[in-house]
């Protein structure tokens, strides 16, 4: 047993690289959940996302374009979800189910001959100066550009829910459909919206995953990161900045639990590996005290003449 | 047009009466030779290679022999179903390329006593079940032996997928030889249970890497670890099961190259010709079956050279990866001066050598 070995500023470094993708996933959803709307499709929408933005940037050699890909390949299979439970009128939980199910199977489809392919590598940021400042420096600025977007990304939603007036309607929508609608929002548009914003997120935490993480495109890929998304939403009471918290606590005992079998702690692989959602059901059950943060309308299907 | 019904059924079913004509009068002439993969073939280590062989069989036989195979079967029930699928489609001859295959392969060949099965790796035979696989442990020694070099911070990481003999033997193998160049060698052993999980197998690199170990050695069949080693810039790595060059010349310096297709056709050919007989074979490098793959100009030529002696050392039979004196990890003699290990130890081999920090998940 050698806890030296552990370096805590990597540590903290690497947690930030596995926390990002399932806190992009994660700040969409809520975005979608705080409209009202419960989308259990994130896996689906994740995965898709993962094997588009990794064959655009194979085909096109550029990361970015690959990113770019990914948001408009998650937010299309969303749209799917919103035409289904928006127009349809379809049940939510099926929906979203059947989403991820299609996700996987169209995502493996897609990938036929991208197995085994090194994707274009997206560049570190360095920051002259900065990046080479002690501890600081590592953990600050030594990231890849997606990790700063994933941040402002929290930090974004948080200021459009708290402080515009479309985060207020976004949220009365979320609450109250029926009330919105008589106060003249288009309710359905508005959801629609929020559902493709949630898929676009969940394409890019998808394409974090297979461009940089890995990175490197196989199927299934994304192996319940979806749902983890899902439980981060609950788990934050639909707070962006608790998601944040959320996706590093998970980050962060993904990577101690390597850390400390790499360092010769004797503690049985299998608990390590089972850590990070025994935690996630822990703080699930110790928040649902505070059950009355659920956004009122949500999961309830809209219609306007009724 | 317009079709009917009734139509559409007559055709369905004079094109099923056709199929059904068509198979019968070739299940005469053809071998029909089965593969069940554990990963991907695309997956550009192991089942690549097993996939390459399959490739090799059809191009010796070209019409006399059909091959089928499927990909990415979970070890358990799964892979047993798809194996009768396998043998009631009426294959000849089944190769289930994977250890955890092993009870499956045995049930299923005791419910088709016609059909032949090979499985790799494994240890449980039957009238009909043939078990081949390779001696990677020569080509771990040689792994070793250039790891031990190279390692500049004296931590050398090892990936393994499942505590099976077969990785613990290379993880030993490994470790002795660099151990023997370098004494201050230490190993960092994580276990990812898994054989093919490119995120895991990164970020166990990625966490290797964080740890100190400047020499990755992988027993997981991904390319995710050479990504995450040249990520990370001054680390090398070597090919598992197969060359793995487009990482070379660095972090890819050398490679463990699993070469199944002269089994695979001798054994298919034992079959056409009624002459195949349940039979263990475990080859290393003098027969071929265990390749090393090109050692790059990353290695300094005094280096390589040591390591290319040693392979021929082991090729010819000179030296066995495992002599003695070598003890087990608790400080019991194993093998005295001189000593080379049996067979059958090193096929059950579930303990470490002396100097490996840890233990083996049980």
Known sequence: MDLSAINPVLLIASLMVAATAVMIAAIGELIVERAGVLNLGVEGMMITGAICGFAVAVQTGSPTAGFVAATIGGAALSLLFAFLTQFALANQVASGLALTLFGLGLSSLLGQGYQGIKPPATPRLDIPVLTDLPVVGRILFGHDLMVYVGLALVAAVWAFLKYSRAGLILRAVGENHDAAHALGYKVVRIRIMAIAFGGACAGLGGAYISLIRVPQWTEGMTAGIGWIALALVVFASWKPWRVLLGAYLFGGVTVLQLNLQAAGIAIPVEYLSMSPYIITIVVLVIMSADKSRAPASLGRIFHATS | ?362
């Open chain 2, 1 to 362: 047009m317009k079709l009917t019904k009734r139509a559409l059924m007559t055709g369905a079913a004079m094109a099923l009466g056709l199929a059904a004509t068509a198979t019968g009068a070739m299940a005469q002439d053809k071998t029909k030779v089965g593969f069940v993969y554990v990963g991907p073939v695309g997956d550009g280590g192991w089942t690549y290679e097993h996939d390459k062989g399959r490739q090799a069989v059809e191009e010796h036989f070209g019409d006399q022999v059909e091959t089928v195979f499927v990909e990415s079967v979970p070890e358990g029930p799964d892979s047993e179903r798809v194996m009768t699928q396998m043998a009631l489609d009426g294959a000849d001859l089944i190769f289930t390329t994977s250890f955890g295959y092993m009870d499956p392969t045995i049930n299923v060949a005791a419910k088709f006593p016609d059909v032949k099965f090979e499985h790799a790796t494994g240890y449980k035979t039957a009238d009909n079940v043939s078990v081949y696989s390779a001696r990677f442990y020569e080509g771990r020694a040689v792994q070793g032996t250039i790891a031990g070099h190279m390692t500049e911070s004296n931590i050398i990481g090892y990936i393994g997928s499942y505590p099976i003999p077969e990785v613990i033997r290379g993880i030993n193998s490994a470790y002795i030889h660099a151990k023997k160049v370098n004494p201050d060698v230490q190993f960092k052993i994580v276990w990812a249970f898994t054989w093919f999980d490119p995120a895991k197998e990164a970020d166990a690199a990625k966490v290797l890497i964080e740890q100190g170990a400047d020499v990755i050695l992988q027993h997981t069949d991904s390319t995710a670890p050479q990504a995450a080693a040249q990520a990370a810039g001054n680390v090398y790595t070597f090919g598992q099961a197969s060359d793995m060059a487009e990482y070379a010349p660095k972090p890819r310096i050398s490679s463990i190259i699993d070469n199944w297709a002269p089994y695979y056709i001798a054994r298919t050919q034992a079959v056409i010709d009624g002459t195949w007989t349940s039979t263990n074979t475990w080859d290393g490098i003098g027969p071929g079956m265990v390749g090393i793959g090109e050692i790059t100009d990353a290695v300094p030529a005094e280096v390589k050279a040591e390591a290319l002696a040693l392979k021929d050392k082991l090729a010819s039979g000179e030296y066995h990866a495992f002599t003695g004196p070598l003890k087990k990890q608790d400080g019991s003699d194993w093998l005295a001066e001189g000593e080379t290990a049996d067979d059958g130890t090193l096929a059950g081999m579930n303990f470490y050598v002396e100097g490996i920090e840890g233990d083996i998940p049980q």
